[in-house]
């Protein structure tokens, strides 16, 4: 398997692993003190900065309430979903 490099890693991490990181660096935690502060395992904390696809929604959401901000909807494109009715 290849190693990735750490470029490789951001750009693939997405958005929240990037912001999760950027906040705790500026903070100057380790992840083992950020995960502590948050009550959060290690584990998950790398995994979370790592961008792991499939990780609990209930603990992400703990992590970045921590920093302010919250996970919300955002409608990417307008469509009808099946059960809307249109005005027609």
Known sequence: MKKRTINELLKEAGPIANLVRT????????????AKRIGVGLRFLKELEQGKK?????????????FGYEIAPVLKEKELLPFEETNQ
Request: aromatic share 8%.
């Open 54 to 66: 499939s990780l609990r929604l209930d603990k992400v959401t703990q992590v970045l309430n921590y």
């Open 23 to 34: 906040k705790r660096k500026k903070l100057g935690y380790t992840q083992l003190e950020l």
